[in-house]
C-alpha cells in the first residue's frame, strides 16, 4: 500500500479553516483515500473518503488532485473540540478493510 | 450509526496473569474484525486480523501464543492478553468494517491495559 506522508503538528485559532496535506505518491489505481480522527484515549473516527475531485460531508471536505498524489482535508472553522490528532490513510478498496496508520497530524486549535 | 463496543474501556493486572478484552458490534454483523496496539504518542499499529469461525491472521512480529483472539460469533471478537508483562501495557483498539461499505471501519472506545 502507498505510504501517506503529512505534518506531524499543526496549530489554528478558533473559527479559522484548517487545511491538512497528505502526500501518497505511490497510489495505485484501486487505492482510496480516507481520514479518521482520534481524540486522546479513544479510538479513531472515520471522517471523509474519497477517490477523486472533491467530496464534502457534513464535517470536512477532501480535496484529490488530478494526479491523486496528495489529498488535502480541510476543516471549516474549527473549535477547540477539534483538537485532535488527525490521520491520512490510503487502502485497497473493493472489501479490503485493512488499514494502515502512518504518524498522523496533531492539531491544536487555540483560543 | 453502527456501533462497536470494547469492555473493558481499562484494566490494571498483575504481570503473569491473562487479560480478556471484549470487542462487540452491536448493531450489524462482523465477519472480520481488527485489532490494534497504541503506545502513548504513537500511531496505530495492526495486530491481527480476526475471522469469525476461523483462525486469527497475525502480523508480523505479533506473538499468537500470547496474544489470543477468538472471533466465534458475528458480533463478538476477544483478545487475550496472557501472561502479561509491564511491557504489554498499551491501549487495545478493536475495528470493524462497516456492512455494505468498503470504506469505513467502526473503532472500539479502546481499552488501556496496564501490567503492574
Known amino acids: 500500500l502507498a505510504k501517506t506522508t503529512q505534518p506531524i503538528s499543526m496549530d489554528s485559532y478558533e473559527g479559522q479553516e484548517v487545511n491538512i496535506t497528505c502526500s501518497h505518491n505511490n497510489i495505485a489505481t484501486n487505492d482510496y483515500i480516507t481520514w479518521y480522527q482520534q481524540f486522546p484515549s479513544q479510538g479513531p473516527r472515520f471522517i471523509i473518503q474519497g477517490y477523486k475531485t472533491k467530496v464534502t460531508n457534513e464535517v470536512a471536505s477532501l480535496f484529490i488532485p488530478a494526479d491523486r498524489k496528495s489529498s488535502t482535508l480541510s476543516l471549516p472553522r474549527v473549535s477547540l473540540s477539534d483538537t485532535a490528532v488527525y490521520y491520512c490513510l490510503v487502502f485497497r478498496g473493493a472489501g479490503s478493510y485493512q488499514l494502515t496508520f502512518g504518524k498522523g497530524t496533531k492539531l491544536s486549535v487555540i483560543p | 450509526g453502527a456501533v462497536v463496543s470494547q469492555h473493558p474501556s481499562w484494566v490494571i493486572c498483575k504481570s503473569g496473569t491473562s487479560v480478556k478484552i471484549e470487542c462487540r458490534s452491536l448493531d450489524f454483523q462482523a465477519t472480520t474484525m481488527f485489532w490494534y496496539r497504541q503506545f502513548p504518542k504513537q500511531s496505530l499499529m495492526l495486530m491481527a486480523t480476526?475471522?469469525?469461525?476461523?483462525?486469527?491472521?497475525?502480523e508480523q512480529g505479533v506473538e499468537k501464543d500470547k496474544f489470543l483472539i477468538n472471533h466465534a460469533s458475528l458480533t463478538l471478537s476477544t483478545l487475550t492478553v496472557t501472561s502479561a508483562h509491564p511491557e504489554d501495557s498499551s491501549f487495545y483498539i478493536c475495528?470493524?468494517?462497516?456492512?455494505?461499505?468498503?470504506?469505513?471501519?467502526?473503532f472500539g472506545q479502546g481499552t488501556r491495559l496496564t501490567v503492574v
Open positions: 475495528s470493524a468494517p462497516a456492512t455494505g461499505r468498503n470504506t469505513e471501519a467502526f
Open positions: 480476526s475471522n469469525e469461525g476461523s483462525k486469527a491472521t497475525y
